[in-house]
């Protein structure tokens, strides 16, 4: 059938409208699809993930501030004032009874903590020489044999080597902050590959470092070995609190992280222990915060003559290495 002139002009007309039309229809579906996103058309939009998504309960994200580090080489995060729920709830596994009752905590004050625990090292270059049972293990490794009267000398020596800084153990509610770094569970990540513990250690303690670190980039918060705080030991209390530093006086020091030598239970965000401070063992170590106001300690004549003794899971063991 042979098609007119006019004919052919009507046809290419009824084309390009209709080709106008679907262009028209294709922009309005996906303009749509581009609002629901959140974004303007056109625009892309990246989806938070579930780090970014708690940030505005969690606002200690290190990332606020550039890592320190001093001279001998250890560096420090910054963690920025914030809230978190401190404790476990008595439906998690493994869950002790002084890890309880959960409560708020706000801590008002941002401060400088350790990335990693304090090396032999490091210890051995303040203290000039080198307590540690695991000396093999090398350098990079975690100093433990070390009691918190140790600490608190190698923290003088250390504040005296750096004028116009300020050195401290964390309080037992800064090292929790800072090992959940948002997380509200028991762990951060999979244990076997956030820490050194009983399964996977090799009965020893390893290098600083080796395993993944949490969201705020802190390594071996679980594992490796026990870390001293600054907290004399006592039972929580309920209700909301700002700034918590324990009792003034007690018996024994709080142990936070788990180590090398204990089971899966034992390593857990919110887990503790408690040694008397002038306690030594192959399994016990600490990091450190860099702050620019020190918080006074509450000191005790009686320090020097506590006995050898350590507390875990409500049992007092009698028994520990000198």
Same mark, same amino acid.
């Given at each position: 059938? &042979?098609?007119?002139?006019?004919?052919?002009?009507?046809y290419?007309t009824l084309?390009?409208?209709?080709? !106008?039309?679907?262009?028209?229809?294709?922009?309005?579906?996906?303009?749509?699809?581009?609002?629901?996103?959140?974004?303007?058309p056109?625009?892309?939009?990246?989806?938070?993930?579930?780090?970014?998504?708690?940030?505005?309960? /969690?606002?200690?994200?290190?990332?606020?501030?550039?890592?320190?580090?001093?001279k001998?080489?250890?560096?420090?995060?910054f963690?920025?004032?914030?809230?978190?729920?401190?404790?476990?709830?008595?439906?998690?596994?493994?869950?002790?009874? @002084? &890890?309880?009752?959960? /409560?708020?905590?706000?801590?008002?004050?941002?401060?400088?903590?350790?990335?990693?625990?304090?090396?032999?090292?490091?210890?051995t270059?303040?203290?000039?020489?080198?307590?540690? /049972?695991?000396?093999?293990?090398?350098? @990079?490794?975690?100093?433990?044999? *070390?009691?918190?009267?140790? %600490?608190?000398?190698?923290?003088?020596?250390?504040? &005296?080597?750096?004028?116009?800084r300020?050195?401290?153990?964390? =309080?037992?509610?800064?090292?929790?902050?800072?090992?959940?770094?948002?997380?509200?569970?028991?762990?951060?990540?999979?244990?076997?590959?956030?820490?050194?513990?009983?399964?996977?250690?090799?009965?020893?303690?390893?290098?600083?470092?080796?395993?993944?670190?949490?969201?705020?980039?802190? /390594?071996?918060?679980?594992?490796? #070995?026990?870390?001293? #705080?600054?907290?004399?030991?006592?039972?929580?209390?309920?209700?909301?609190? =700002?700034?918590p530093?324990?009792?003034?006086?007690? %018996?024994?020091? #709080?142990?936070?992280?788990?180590?090398?030598?204990? !089971?899966?239970?034992?390593?857990?965000?919110?887990?503790?222990?408690?040694?008397?401070?002038?306690?030594? !063992?192959?399994? %016990?170590?600490?990091?450190? #915060?860099?702050?620019?106001?020190?918080?006074?300690?509450?000191?005790?004549?009686?320090?020097?003559?506590?006995?050898?003794?350590?507390? *875990?899971?409500?049992?007092?063991?009698?028994?520990?290495?000198?």
């Amino acid at each position: 059938m &042979e098609v007119s002139p006019h004919g052919q002009v009507a046809y290419l007309t009824l084309f390009m409208r209709a080709r !106008v039309l679907m262009l028209t229809v294709l922009a309005a579906l996906f303009g749509a699809g581009a609002s629901r996103e959140g974004g303007a058309p056109g625009e892309s939009r990246r989806k938070a993930s579930p780090r970014e998504e708690r940030a505005p309960e /969690h606002q200690g994200n290190p990332a606020a501030r550039a890592p320190v580090t001093n001279k001998l080489g250890m560096e420090f995060l910054f963690v920025a004032p914030g809230e978190f729920d401190m404790g476990s709830p008595e439906s998690e596994a493994g869950r002790d009874a @002084d &890890e309880g009752p959960v /409560h708020r905590v706000q801590l008002s004050k941002g401060y400088y903590l350790g990335r990693f625990e304090v090396t032999q090292r490091q210890w051995t270059a303040v203290m000039g020489r080198n307590p540690s /049972h695991f000396t093999s293990c090398g350098g @990079d490794c975690p100093v433990e044999q *070390v009691s918190f009267t140790d %600490v608190q000398e190698f923290i003088r020596r250390l504040n &005296e080597k750096e004028p116009g800084r300020s050195y401290r153990l964390p =309080t037992e509610a800064e090292w929790e902050y800072a090992a959940r770094a948002g997380d509200t569970g028991g762990r951060y990540g999979d244990l076997d590959l956030i820490g050194w513990y009983w399964s996977n250690s090799r009965n020893r303690t390893q290098p600083a470092g080796r395993k993944l670190p949490n969201a705020w980039g802190f /390594h071996d918060m679980i594992g490796n #070995v026990w870390e001293w #705080v600054d907290d004399w030991f006592s039972d929580y209390s309920p209700g909301p609190q =700002t700034d918590p530093r324990g009792p003034s006086s007690g %018996v024994n020091r #709080v142990n936070r992280g788990g180590s090398w030598n204990f !089971v899966a239970p034992y390593c857990r965000a919110a887990a503790r222990a408690a040694y008397g401070p002038n306690s030594r !063992v192959n399994y %016990v170590g600490f990091r450190i #915060v860099l702050n620019t106001t020190p918080l006074p300690r509450a000191e005790s004549r009686l320090d020097s003559l506590r006995p050898c003794s350590m507390r *875990v899971r409500g049992y007092f063991l009698a028994k520990c290495a000198s």
